[in-house]
Every structure is written in structure tokens, then in C-alpha cells.
Nanobody
Framework: QVQLVESGGGLVQGGGSLRLSCAASGRTFSRCSMGWFRQAPGKERDFVATISRSGGATYYAESAKGRFTISRDNAKNTVYLQMNSLKPEDTAVYYC?????????????????WGQGTQVTVSS
């Protein structure tokens, strides 16, 4: 069992930055690959980024490349999403997720555990 709690969301002006955190409980965090997804009102939950168990491999959605950075600290059971150069279209609820099979999937169904989400709002 893995419990995930996101934090760090908020309101930011376009061009600004936010750093999201996702704290995990349980002893299996380091065995999971981790992902960030986002969901805007009326839209499906979309892949943002994923990171391997060791942190040595990362993958990003095209919309996130060059602006967002996913990282993790296994000693702290925490995964991060640094978001720079934010745009109004980045406005969404951001979710972190854990994959016990340690895949680096881009689909929500590939992940086993989810946090409750944190709202990110980017003003123009």
C-alpha cells in the first residue's frame, strides 16, 4: 500500500514557477516508478512526466519538455515536479501516481496508487 499526498499548488502568473511535491508513505516507494498527471476541467487526465525507481530515467509529455523537471528523493519518500515558464494552459489539478511494476508508462491505467491532487492555476 502506498499513500500519496501532493502539495505546492497555487495561483501563479504566466511565466512564473511552482514546485509540486508528493510525499509517499509506506516502504515500497523506492520500488515504484512515479508519475505526474494533470486534469483540466472537462478534460481527461493527461500524462505529464514519469521517473524511474532510481531517478536515472525520466520521460515527459511534449507540453512539458524543456519547462518541467521531475525528480525524486528516495530517502525522503518524495517526488517533485519543478514547473517553470508556466502558461495559462497548464492550469489543472495535478496528481502524482505510483506504479508498483516500475514501468515508465504514460497512461493513467498503468499506475496503481494516486494522490488527491493539487490545484495549479496560471493567470494570463
Amino acid at each position: 500500500q502506498v499513500q500519496l499526498v501532493e502539495s505546492g499548488g497555487g495561483l501563479v502568473q504566466g511565466g512564473g514557477s511552482l514546485r509540486l511535491s508528493c510525499a509517499a508513505s509506506g516502504r515500497t516507494f523506492s520500488r515504484c516508478s512515479m508519475g505526474w498527471f494533470r486534469q483540466a476541467p472537462g478534460k481527461e487526465r493527461d500524462f505529464v512526466a514519469t521517473i524511474s525507481r532510481s531517478g536515472g530515467a525520466t520521460y515527459y509529455a511534449e507540453s512539458a519538455k524543456g519547462r518541467f523537471t521531475i525528480s525524486r528523493d528516495n530517502a525522503k519518500n518524495t517526488v517533485y515536479l519543478q514547473m517553470n515558464s508556466l502558461k495559462p494552459e497548464d492550469t489543472a489539478v495535478y496528481y502524482c501516481a505510483a506504479d508498483l511494476s516500475a514501468g515508465l508508462g504514460h497512461q493513467a491505467y498503468e499506475y496503481d496508487y494516486w494522490g488527491q491532487g493539487t490545484q495549479v492555476t496560471v493567470s494570463s
